[in-house]
């Protein structure tokens, strides 16, 4: 069974920088899609970036030349680097895996931006 579990969300100031990290287990071969999808209340559900299983990242106009999605294929680690953070940032953000054209979420965990 596939699990994502986020970590390292948090309050800060705007101007900071904060990482949040996604644990995956139960995915056998590295041949996914995963990223980070972000959600305000009242707002749909919105990438925030992406991996593709050929390496690929990708992001969001918002987001571009702020924050870094990477991956630790040993630890089974998703990390997103977010710095110069924004009041508009705040959201919680949740951890996505596509594979097979099965889609899993994490639980999500927040990040709240103050100006």
């Known amino acids: 069974e596939v699990q994502l579990v986020e970590s390292g969300g948090g309050s800060v100031q705007a101007g900071w920088s904060l990482r949040v990290s996604c644990t995956v287990s139960?995915?056998?071969?590295?041949?996914?899609?995963i990223g980070w999808f972000r959600q305000v209340p009242g707002k749909q559900r919105e990438v925030v970036a992406r991996?593709?299983?050929?390496?690929?990242?990708n992001y969001t106009d918002a987001v571009k030349g702020r924050f870094t999605i990477s991956r630790d294929i040993a630890k089974n680690t998703l990390y997103l680097q977010m710095n110069s953070l924004k009041p508009e940032d705040t959201a919680i953000y949740y951890c996505?895996?596509?594979?097979?054209?099965?889609?899993?979420w994490g639980q999500g965990t927040q990040v709240t931006v103050s100006s």
């Open positions: 996505n895996l596509v594979k097979y054209r099965k889609e899993y």
């Open positions: 991996i593709s299983a050929d390496r690929t990242a």
């Open positions: 139960g995915v056998t071969r590295d041949e996914y899609t």
